[in-house]
């Protein structure tokens, strides 16, 4: 089993849609989480970034933690095609030596018009 | 805005051929990564660095991958012999240190196929 789980989609949207992307982990000693949009080709972007559990806003993202279930979730409202990407999780453990990312395997999203 | 440069962009080698790839960090950042990202899957770190020293190379195979960073600033990665499995993405990312939860920021990647 994967430390990180991701569905990897595809994952497709009308334009102005709500989504939704999620991952479940099973290392409950992660304490930051963070989501990266990966455009083709391109390297990641980051985009939220929490510690720990709560909500996150950031224009039209929300970033959701849930220690509790080991859940994190993306909302992207009123999706634009400019969305249409490859959204990775990633978290790191709060270790002393270094901040290693744990990566899911990525949702591919298409926001269509 | 500082970015992560990266070359080259994409590389098309035989196997068994040497291959090198460049990193060059935002400025300022004492840390450098490099992930192996293969399609569909999420970047895997190969190699960390602090400044020049090593900090993680567990998932480095050591038998035919070696990164350097002589002076603690543009690193360089190398396979040698390249395999038909080293197909892959390598991103490099840099943060400012190793403080927890640091931020770290990737460059473009460069592709690599092996023929």
């Known amino acids: 089993q994967k430390e990180v789980e991701q569905d990897p989609g595809p994952l497709s949207v009308p334009e102005g849609a709500i989504v939704s992307l999620n991952c479940t982990y099973s290392?409950?000693?992660?304490?930051?989480f963070m989501w990266y949009r990966q455009y083709s080709r391109k390297g990641p972007e980051l985009l939220m970034y929490?510690?720990?559990?709560g909500n996150k806003e950031d224009g039209r993202f929300t970033a959701q933690v849930d220690k509790s279930s080991k859940y994190i979730s993306l909302f992207i409202r009123d999706s634009q095609p400019s969305d249409s990407a490859t959204y990775l999780c990633?978290?790191?453990?709060?270790?002393?030596?270094?901040?290693?990312?744990?990566f899911g395997t990525g949702t591919q999203l298409k926001v269509e018009l | 805005e500082a970015e992560v440069a990266q070359s080259p962009r994409y590389k098309i080698t035989e196997k068994s051929q040497a291959v090198a790839f460049w990193c060059d960090p935002i400025?300022?950042?004492?840390?450098l990564y490099w992930y192996r990202q293969i399609l569909g899957q999420g970047p895997e770190l190969l190699v960390q660095?602090?400044?020049?020293?090593?900090?993680?190379d567990s998932q480095l195979p050591k038998d035919r991958f070696s990164a350097e960073r002589l002076k603690g600033v543009d690193s360089t990665l190398k396979i040698q012999p390249a395999e038909l499995g080293d197909s892959a993405m390598y991103l490099c990312?840099?943060?400012?240190?190793?403080?927890?939860?640091?931020?770290?920021?990737f460059g473009p990647g460069t592709r690599l196929l092996v023929l």
């Open positions: 990312a840099s943060s400012l240190g190793l403080a927890e939860g640091e931020t770290q920021y």
């Open positions: 290392n409950s000693a992660f304490q930051y």
């Open positions: 929490t510690y720990s559990s």
């Open positions: 990633a978290m790191s453990l709060p270790t002393g030596g270094g901040n290693k990312l744990t």
């Open positions: 660095f602090q400044d020049e020293s090593v900090v993680d």
């Open positions: 400025s300022g950042h004492a840390t």
